[in-house]
């Protein structure tokens, strides 16, 4: 088991940046492929970013080149780096770990464990 805490999320102008945090405790993050996913009023959760167990990184086409994941084995948390934000990012930002630790799943479904959401709004 592992249970998943985001912060970081707020309110920010359009153009600038957030950071967002998601500490872990239960078990060691890199046990588990880790996204970030987004929902945003009456659209579906959208996958933003993600690595698999062994690092190989993925980004949604929408984040591409703006949205940086990163994580600190050393502190069991992952990050995701927001920048050029635009109101369309408004959404809330889940944190999710699943046990297909070799791929990023880009599916909802395919996690087990998801944070309680953080949310970010970006004014124009």
């Known amino acids: 088991q592992v249970q998943l805490v985001e912060s970081g999320g707020g309110l920010v102008q359009a153009g600038g940046s957030l950071r967002l945090s998601c500490a872990a405790s239960g078990r060691a993050t890199s046990n588990y492929a880790m996204a970030w996913f987004r929902q945003a009023p009456g659209k579906e959760r959208e996958f933003a970013a993600g690595f698999s167990g062994g690092g190989f ?45 070799a791929e990023v799943p880009r599916s909802p479904g395919l996690y087990d464990y998801w944070g309680q959401g953080t949310q970010v709004t970006v004014s124009s």
Do not use: H, W
């Not at 993925?58 to 635009?86: C, E, H, P, W």
């Open 57 to 101: 990184i993925q980004y949604g086409d929408s984040v591409k080149g703006r949205f940086t994941i990163s994580r600190d084995n050393a502190k069991n948390t992952v990050y995701l780096q927001m920048t050029s934000l635009n109101p369309e990012d408004t959404a809330v930002y889940f944190c999710a770990a699943s046990v297909r630790r």
